[in-house]
């Protein structure tokens, strides 16, 4: 259990996190409040999803080879579904710029509780209910996203601002996921068309390290939730006012109008 003073800690980091949120400048870090391991940068996501009265609805994780592997909370009031053809609607200020990435997202069909033993790639694969195609929305709360630590950009749930994902992909278990070729579009320029693009090369590697990772911090994936998995185009900053779409060659694709 976190001491006092690394919960204060916590406390003071996620109001500092919220003021940006709520319309406040960006910050350069966290300074002495910055958390010290996953188990801290987790207690102020889950600090700032209780501020802005709001609730873990799934994840986005990393696990690429030789680096550290990551994962945030994502606030389920920000994770949608487009239902049909129409782009979903996203806000962004006049005159505002958004991160996108282009990824694959899974859909829990059952909880993976905290057991002696490490859940087997297999094992994590049979508890998906769900593949599709996702666009990731990228916001940082730091004014140099850059310059802080890999624990700090956890905290800040690795700048994410929400998640569009689309239909179901049934056939999803006969498809090399890894070597999909992924296409993302802004204002119907082509920005990234290439095959695979996963920084862990399979989607489902870091799928497996956060159901394994999540209870030695006492968390879990729990049914229901969704996963995004890191993204196959990189970052790319675009203007509000556009229509983006990003999806892969046989599974599939989403689309939002920015603005």
């Known amino acids: 259990m976190a001491g006092t003073g690394t919960q204060q800690a916590a406390e003071r980091a996620a109001d500092r996190l919220v003021a940006v949120r709520r319309g406040g400048a960006p910050i350069a870090g966290l300074g002495?409040?910055?958390?010290?391991?996953?188990?801290?940068?987790?207690?102020?996501?889950?600090?700032?999803?209780q501020r802005l009265g709001a609730r873990a609805g799934g994840w986005k994780c990393a696990a690429p080879p030789g680096k550290p592997p990551s994962?945030?909370?994502l606030d389920a009031a920000g994770i949608r579904k487009a239902t049909g053809p129409e782009p979903?609607?996203?806000?962004?200020?006049?005159?505002?710029?958004?991160?996108?990435?282009?990824?694959?997202?899974?859909?829990?069909?059952?909880?993976?509780?905290?057991?002696?033993t490490p859940y087997s790639p297999a094992e994590v694969e049979e508890a998906i209910a769900a593949a599709f195609p996702a666009i990731e929305l990228v916001t940082s709360r730091?004014?140099?996203?850059?310059?802080?630590?890999?624990?700090?950009?956890?905290?800040?749930?690795?700048?994410?601002?929400?998640?569009?994902f689309g239909r179901d992909v049934p056939h999803w278990r006969e498809l090399e996921l890894r070597s999909l070729t992924?296409?993302?579009?802004?204002?119907?320029?082509?920005?990234?068309?290439?095959p695979g693009g996963n920084p862990s090369g399979d989607p489902l590697t870091p799928l497996v390290w956060l159901a394994n990772f999540l209870p030695t911090v006492g968390l879990r994936l729990e049914a229901g939730q969704v996963v995004t998995t890191g993204s196959c185009t990189g970052l790319i900053y675009?203007?509000?006012?556009?229509?983006?779409?990003?999806?892969f060659a046989g599974f599939g694709e989403v689309a939002v109008e920015l603005g």
């Open 71 to 73: 994962a945030a909370m």
């Open 88 to 116: 979903l609607r996203w806000p962004v200020p006049p005159g505002g710029r958004i991160g996108i990435e282009t990824e694959i997202a899974f859909r829990l069909g059952r909880d993976l509780p905290p057991r002696d």
């Open 32 to 49: 002495a409040d910055a958390p010290r391991d996953a188990a801290g940068a987790f207690a102020i996501q889950a600090a700032v999803l």
């Open 238 to 247: 675009v203007d509000g006012g556009q229509r983006v779409t990003g999806g």
């Open 182 to 194: 992924v296409r993302q579009t802004c204002g119907g320029a082509v920005q990234v068309e290439k």
């Open 142 to 164: 730091y004014a140099d996203p850059g310059a802080v630590s890999p624990l700090e950009a956890m905290a800040d749930s690795i700048a994410h601002a929400g998640l569009a």
